[in-house]
């Protein structure tokens, strides 16, 4: 046997990489099954941004976008002139984005590992699956839920009438608003939003728990050294998320409930979007706000997941 000499059988494989037609070819069904949805984004996402140009015309519907006169930077000016409106719903969009920031986005890690914690897959598994029901119901029925319980003519408040005890005003209530949308949205998202976490808790090595047993390592240690290090990485991600849609705090969600509180408790960005410029005709201003509030969330995403590389985490997407 001759060392160093290749025979026509231990000739290296050379895989020919698939051509553009060949590969359509082959995924024909799930492109095919992808393209409803790539049409509604199309349409409905990237198309639509080409309506943003009224943000720099007086604009008119009955006369058209091109009709409408330019009036340059002008309707951008509601940001900076102080307009009580807007520094109403600047003020309650950053409030609401604090609370929720502060208390929803942890919620579902804490059910997270409380779940995890459960021996019992069946329980488990009922668990998941009551927890999951109320990420399927609208905004519409949930807030008829809430008004249902918590109402004037609630099942609180007729407990207590029929007793003859003080009632309770919860849903009108504008110091309680902010706290009743924080529940709203604890209840209804917060178990759909453990999925996401119960998988990466799957997917912490078993072996790490066992060497920390065997270095006497408490429940609360292991927590602490293998649970939220194995988290880290989708927690950082959803956070990058999360902040990049923190100027939007649920639109229908409020907008369902504003009559109840008035606008000083509830007008947010969106809903003065909305308000002033679909109800109130002021539709360049409105497009004015809104592009700028997209054009700071995608500033804020950018900046955060640039903090995420420098602290040696992955984010949304390599730079």
Same mark, same amino acid.
């Given at each position: 046997? %001759?060392?160093?000499?290749?025979?026509?059988s231990?000739?290296?494989?050379?895989r020919?990489?698939?051509s553009?037609?060949?590969?359509l070819r082959r995924d024909?069904?799930l492109?095919l099954?992808?393209?409803p949805g790539?049409?509604?984004?199309?349409?409905?996402?990237?198309?639509?941004l080409? !309506?943003?140009?009224?943000?720099? %015309?007086?604009?008119?519907p009955?006369?058209g976008?091109?009709?409408?006169d /330019?009036v340059?930077?002008?309707?951008f000016?509601?940001?900076?002139?102080? =307009?009580p409106a807007?520094l109403?719903?600047?003020?309650?969009?950053l409030v609401?984005?604090?609370?929720?920031?502060v +208390?929803?986005?942890?919620?579902p890690?804490?059910l997270?590992l409380?779940?995890n914690s459960?021996? #019992?897959p069946r329980?488990?598994r009922? &668990?998941? #699956? &009551?927890?999951?029901? $109320?990420?399927f119901?609208? /905004?519409v &029925?949930?807030?008829a839920i809430?008004q249902?319980?918590l109402?004037?003519?609630?099942?609180i408040n007729t407990f207590?009438?029929?007793h003859?005890?003080?009632?309770l005003?919860?849903?009108?209530?504008?110091d309680l608003?902010i $706290?009743? +949308?924080? @529940?709203?949205v604890?209840?209804? =998202?917060?178990?759909?939003?453990?999925i996401?976490f119960?998988a990466?808790?799957a997917?912490?090595? #078993? @072996?790490l728990?066992?060497?920390s047993q065997?270095d006497g390592a @408490?429940?609360?240690?292991?927590l602490?050294?293998v649970?939220?290090?194995?988290?880290r990485?989708?927690?950082i991600?959803?956070?990058?998320?999360? *902040?990049? =849609?923190s100027?939007s705090v649920g639109?229908?969600?409020i907008?369902?409930?504003?009559?109840?509180?008035g *606008?000083?408790?509830?007008?947010?960005?969106?809903t003065? &979007?909305?308000?002033h410029?679909?109800?109130g005709?002021?539709?360049?201003e409105a497009t004015a706000v809104?592009?700028?509030? !997209?054009?700071?969330?995608t500033?804020?995403?950018?900046?955060?997941n640039k903090?995420a590389h420098?602290?040696?985490?992955? !984010?949304?997407?390599q730079?």
């Amino acid at each position: 046997m %001759k060392l160093g000499r290749r025979t026509s059988s231990e000739a290296p494989v050379v895989r020919r990489r698939a051509s553009l037609g060949q590969r359509l070819r082959r995924d024909r069904t799930l492109l095919l099954m992808c393209l409803p949805g790539l049409l509604v984004l199309l349409v409905f996402h990237y198309a639509a941004l080409a !309506g943003n140009v009224i943000a720099w %015309k007086d604009y008119k519907p009955y006369i058209g976008i091109t009709g409408s006169d /330019w009036v340059g930077w002008e309707n951008f000016e509601v940001l900076t002139s102080g =307009d009580p409106a807007f520094l109403r719903a600047v003020r309650n969009t950053l409030v609401l984005t604090l609370v929720q920031t502060v +208390l929803v986005f942890p919620a579902p890690i804490v059910l997270a590992l409380l779940l995890n914690s459960v021996m #019992s897959p069946r329980i488990k598994r009922v &668990v998941q #699956s &009551v927890l999951y029901l $109320p990420h399927f119901l609208s /905004w519409v &029925v949930v807030v008829a839920i809430f008004q249902q319980v918590l109402g004037g003519g609630g099942l609180i408040n007729t407990f207590l009438r029929q007793h003859g005890w003080q009632t309770l005003d919860i849903i009108g209530n504008p110091d309680l608003f902010i $706290p009743l +949308l924080t @529940s709203q949205v604890m209840w209804k =998202d917060t178990g759909w939003a453990t999925i996401l976490f119960l998988a990466a808790l799957a997917g912490i090595d #078993s @072996s790490l728990y066992e060497a920390s047993q065997v270095d006497g390592a @408490s429940r609360l240690r292991q927590l602490w050294h293998v649970t939220l290090p194995g988290l880290r990485g989708i927690i950082i991600l959803l956070l990058i998320l999360r *902040l990049g =849609d923190s100027l939007s705090v649920g639109f229908e969600q409020i907008i369902l409930q504003q009559k109840a509180v008035g *606008l000083d408790a509830s007008e947010v960005i969106d809903t003065y &979007v909305f308000n002033h410029g679909i109800a109130g005709g002021g539709w360049g201003e409105a497009t004015a706000v809104g592009l700028v509030k !997209g054009v700071i969330g995608t500033i804020l995403v950018l900046g955060a997941n640039k903090l995420a590389h420098i602290f040696g985490e992955q !984010g949304v997407y390599q730079s």
